[in-house]
């Protein structure tokens, strides 16, 4: 079974330029979430999306959004960025089913804004 | 308000040696616990996971970690450490309340190298 899958894996833009990324879930998943790691703040939920819907939401600006296309592909969208926005973006899908089932990660966006 | 803490940012063992890693927990409820590893360039690897029962979970690689609801601790352990568990170690638990509020609050995580 094919694992998560991200793409780009690396990333460069610019401070007020957008950015998309994409993460292709597990077959079968039907969850998948997003998260931010820095070397400061560690890993931190940015929000997870079921069956399409927006489920959860963790503490960011409403520049980040996302979406869930039916096939479980999910993207995520950085728009103004700044720099305080470069980071490793990783994404990890489940079956969503039940507390704590196990979240599979991708190996993440390397994201640089300069 | 949850929190994970992983008193130690950076630890170097001996291949062979025994290993510990720390970590602390703040949460109301009864946690949902994790262990991941992160390889350089790697993904995220769940080592172990716990829910409820036995409070000495064992999971991949050789790795077991123990629930102390006393302590609000679940360290992980290993009894002898190779070369290719350098890596970082993350610590979560999960916030899943009854409004399938689920997300995971992560440790800043422990780096560990490994002496040959």
């Known amino acids: 079974k094919a694992g998560v899958t991200q793409t780009p894996r690396y990333l460069i833009k610019t401070r007020g330029q957008q950015v998309t990324l994409s993460c292709s879930p597990i077959s079968g998943h039907r969850s998948v979430s997003w998260y931010q790691q820095t070397p400061g703040q560690g890993l931190q939920f940015l929000f997870e999306y079921f069956s399409e819907t927006q489920r959860n939401k963790g503490n960011f600006p409403g520049r980040f959004s996302g979406r869930q296309f039916s096939n479980s592909r999910s993207e995520m969208n950085v728009s103004t960025l700044e720099l305080g926005d470069s980071a490793l973006y990783l994404c990890?899908?489940?079956?969503?089913?039940?507390?704590?089932?196990?979240?599979?990660f991708g190996p993440g966006t390397r994201l640089t804004v300069l | 308000a949850q929190s994970v803490t992983q008193p130690d940012i950076h630890i170097t063992v001996s291949e062979g040696a025994s290993l510990e890693l720390r970590c602390n927990y703040s949460y109301g409820a009864t946690p949902y616990l994790f262990w991941y590893v992160q390889s350089p360039g790697q993904g995220l690897q769940l080592l172990l996971k716990y829910f409820s029962g036995d409070t000495l979970v064992q999971g991949i690689k050789g790795f077991e970690a123990e629930f102390k609801r006393s302590q609000s601790s679940f360290n992980l352990r290993k009894p002898s450490v190779h070369w290719s568990d350098a890596a970082e170690y993350f610590c979560a638990v999960g916030n899943f309340n009854a409004g399938n509020n689920r997300k995971l609050i992560w440790g800043l995580g422990t780096s560990l190298a490994v002496n040959p």
């Open positions: 990890a899908s489940s079956n969503g089913q039940g507390f704590g089932d196990e979240q599979f």
